[in-house]
Structure formats: C-alpha cells, structure tokens
C-alpha cells in the first residue's frame, strides 16, 4: 500500500553549506553545498530512515500474532 506522507522540513545554511532535517523524524536530516541538493538529499533520507524502520519491526514482529492497518493523523 503506497501512502502520502507529509513531513516539516527544516533548512538552516551554515556558512558555505546547507543543513536539514525532519522535525518529526528523529534520524532524517543531511546536509549538502545547495539547497536543492539538500531537499534532495532528506527525502533519501527520509525513506531510508522509514524504510529501516519498517524493516526492524518486521524482524522483531516475527512469528507474533499482530494487526498491522494504516493510522491516518490530520494535524492543523
């Protein structure tokens, strides 16, 4: 099942470079020489983070009895 997913980016330019991260997403950040190539580089890192995620709880769910539904959250 593909779902959308909408985060906060946060960018902050410290000196030559730029920084980001996810403000929800603790382990989602990068940084690189251009703005764009940091918006690039945090949606990399947004899915490696989700997917490492996902991956972990498969391992450990294993062989358990569980319910696994999609959580849908609206925020102002």
Request: hydrophobic share 45%.
């Amino acid at each position: 099942m593909k779902m959308e997913n909408h985060f906060t980016a946060v960018f902050e330019q410290d000196g030559p470079w730029w920084i980001g991260y996810v403000e929800e997403l603790p382990g989602a950040n990068t940084q690189g020489a251009t703005l764009d190539e940091v918006r690039e580089n945090l949606k990399e890192a947004v899915a490696m983070v989700l997917d490492a995620n996902r991956a972990l709880t498969e391992k450990e769910l294993a062989g358990r009895s569980v319910i696994k539904e999609e959580l849908v959250i609206s925020a102002p």
